[in-house]
């Protein structure tokens, strides 16, 4: 089994990457325009109720994303306070 290598970029980057996607959804607009583009009928109202649904389930991974990302934040600085506390000990000696 690989090691897992864990670095302050790494985690960095996934906090950073993890807040680009949360932004998404928080400023992601429903654009619908009535659902013209669809045509049919029965497909114009299957997509409204798709689209219906989708939106409470953005709602709750959004909730989701808000606390993931703050704990990818708080990991990320714990980390680098851990490895600073670890090299200043390490000057010190």
């Not at 950073?16 to 654009?31: C, G, H, T, V, Y």
């Not at 029965?42 to 989701?64: G, H």
């Not at 703050?70 to 851990?82: F, G, I, Q, R």
């Amino acid at each position: 089994m690989a090691d897992l290598v864990v670095t302050k970029e790494v985690l960095e980057d996934s906090a950073r990457d993890l807040k680009a996607i949360n932004d998404e959804f928080k400023n992601m607009s429903k654009l619908w325009d009535g659902g013209a583009i669809w045509g049919h009928e029965v497909l114009k109202s299957a997509m409204d109720d798709f689209i219906d649904d989708w939106w409470v389930k953005r709602e709750k991974l959004q909730q989701q994303l808000d606390n993931l990302t703050k704990k990818m934040d708080e990991a990320a600085k714990t980390w680098t306070d851990t490895e600073d506390q670890l090299a200043s000990t390490f000057d010190q000696k």
